[in-house]
């Protein structure tokens, strides 16, 4: 290859069929935006998984480069907030799905989307901890927030072995909570301790709908699963208490009642990452690299992959057999 090409995964669609190749492209195939970036690292979330395998509505522009984040360096820019030579980091903007992405050696994106690595992180870290690490961090913002304190109560995180989970209870025990975790795999178990969790969650009945109202048993939670396990949060839980939703895994129907809302003051607070303003962006990553054990980056992240290794991993993730962090070594 010569310096003017790279490597990059291009998704097609014939047939109504995705069709995921690496495809060997040339600097004036990539967008005309305004900053071209040269990618160190990217990650698998469950998004990606779902555009790369075909198997969600995900992609909304054809061809495209998927990967929904990525950290990298800018090359050159004519935006005024950038400058060559700056270490930067994606999440976001429809990014992935309507925009070109990070599963390449270069892209070209906004100016305006790029948030500067935070000090004390490098891109490698960056991408560990991903737009799931980021969404779990805005989830306990979101907590923080709305006056949730370690002395309120127990919370609960579901979905806790995945990507966004797994840095929620690592947040969240460094900071001092009692964290439960679910997590139907009983393999996942001494993970999710390791990560700070105090109990771990997996009775039979979380695989089914909730009465109106059950026990109360959590002060707060943060739900990434939504369908029937979302429905069970709600109905477990306390006085005043508050979920922060964020994730689809289980489904995106909400099978409950308003009972928990006007009986018991529930909060339902939802939690986007993708239109977030990049002030509120800027600060969040600031708290990451405060309030997350870095020390526990590594065991949070299951594989490093290869762009050739992404459709395996991807279908891995959407069969539940991966737990934390997919890394992905565009280079």
């Known amino acids: 290859m010569t310096d003017n090409q790279f490597k990059a995964m291009v998704l097609r669609e014939a047939d109504k069929k995705t069709l995921a190749t690496i495809e060997t492209l040339s600097l004036d195939a990539l967008p005309q935006e305004d900053t071209l970036i040269k990618i160190d690292f990217s990650t698998l979330n469950f998004k990606d998984a779902l555009a790369v ?74 991408m560990m901890i991903g737009t799931a690490g980021f969404t779990g961090m805005l989830c306990v913002n979101a907590l923080d ?83 029937k396990v979302l429905a069970r949060v709600l109905a477990e839980m306390n006085y005043g208490g508050v979920v922060a939703a964020c994730g689809l895994a289980g489904g995106a129907d909400l099978p409950t009642t308003v009972m928990p809302f006007i009986l018991r003051g529930v909060k339902l607070i939802g939690v986007d990452s993708v239109m977030l303003p990049a002030k509120d962006r800027v600060n969040a990553w600031k708290r990451i690299v405060t309030d997350l054990p870095m020390s526990m980056l590594e065991g949070i992240t299951a594989r490093t992959v290869t762009l050739d290794d992404v459709c395996g991993a991807a279908k891995d993730m959407l069969e539940g057999k991966l737990r934390g962090r997919v890394l992905v070594d565009v280079n």
Do not use: C, M
Request: proline share 6%.
């Open 145 to 227: 927030q709305a006056g949730v304190t370690p002395a309120s109560g127990p919370v609960l995180v579901t979905g806790a072995a995945g990507g966004v989970g797994s840095v929620a209870v690592a947040i969240l025990a460094k900071l001092g909570f009692t964290v439960s975790a679910l997590t139907g795999n009983p393999d996942k178990h001494d993970y999710v301790k390791r990560l700070g969790a105090s109990e771990v969650i997996d009775d039979p009945q979380w695989s089914e709908a909730p009465r109106a109202l059950e026990t109360q048993r959590w002060a707060a939670a943060i739900d990434t699963v939504g369908s």
């Open 53 to 126: 395998t075909g198997s969600g509505k995900i992609v909304k522009s054809w061809p495209l480069v998927p990967g929904i984040d990525f950290a990298g360096t800018v090359v050159e820019t004519s935006n005024p907030d950038l400058r060559a030579g700056q270490q930067v980091v994606l999440t976001g903007w429809s990014v992935g799905e309507k925009y070109w992405g990070g599963f390449s050696q270069y892209q070209r994106v906004r100016g305006e989307w790029l948030v500067p690595l935070p000090e004390g992180l490098s891109t490698r870290q960056a």
